[in-house]
């Protein structure tokens, strides 16, 4: 599970340097966790489900910021459909639904997204919008906030949709993996019909 030392990896200088702190003490947590909840998971969405850990590999000087994977139905990539995410920022943990890097149908999802808004309506008061996946910040998942961001999948190409939860650095739930794990897990099943009414073929 993550802990402080997670966390104190982005604060590495040297992208060499970042990137084996990444491989030695995140992306085993992130294999761990993804294994458990593709196992879970998959059942209940009655598909496969693949793991994809994020390289880095187009990184020649700046060591990345932070770090995430992604676990979806195709096995050669995430991005071209709505997949579910786990990253770490160095302030957080997040766990989004994600639409990101105009993935063929974005203006679809969107409208499907409009059309049933049972799916976002009743979600958990904690749940977050991300708007870009390249910068840390979030809101609060409100009807208003949620409606804006799918206004503006459907209009603007480079556009983007992240829904979930984050986990602070200082949470008391990394004093308890067993805990932490669940409430992650809990959060993917409460975006289950989010996504399955989201995969466009």
């Given amino acids: 599970m993550f802990t402080e030392k997670s966390f104190d990896v982005f604060q590495i200088e ?7 702190a990444i491989r030695s003490e995140i992306q085993p947590i992130f294999q761990e966790l993804n294994e458990y ?28 910021e932070n770090t995430w994977s992604a676990i979806s139905r195709k096995k050669r990539g995430y991005k071209m459909e709505a ?11 997040f766990m989004w639904l994600s639409i990101i890097d105009q993935p063929k149908g974005k203006e679809e999802m969107a409208e499907r997204l409009l059309a049933h808004s049972e799916w976002w309506h ?6 977050m919008l991300n708007k870009d996946h390249t910068i840390s910040d979030y ?3 409100t009807p208003d906030s949620m409606e804006k961001v799918l206004q503006r999948l459907q209009k603007v190409k480079k556009s ?13 739930l990394w004093k308890n993996p067993e805990k932490a794990r669940a409430y992650m897990l809990e959060t993917y099943r409460f975006l289950l019909d989010m996504y399955q009414g989201l995969q466009i073929d």
């Fill in 139 to 141: 809101e609060p998942l």
């Fill in 122 to 127: 009743d979600l958990p008061a904690d749940m």
């Fill in 37 to 64: 909840f593709k196992i879970e998971l998959a059942p209940e969405i009655n598909d496969e489900l693949y793991i994809h850990i994020a390289q880095h590999r187009r990184r020649s000087v700046h060591p990345p």
């Fill in 14 to 20: 040297g992208l060499d340097e970042r990137m084996a």
């Fill in 83 to 93: 997949h579910f995410q786990l990253g770490i920022f160095p302030e957080y943990v």
């Fill in 160 to 172: 983007e949709l992240q829904i979930g939860r984050v986990i602070p650095k200082d949470s008391p």
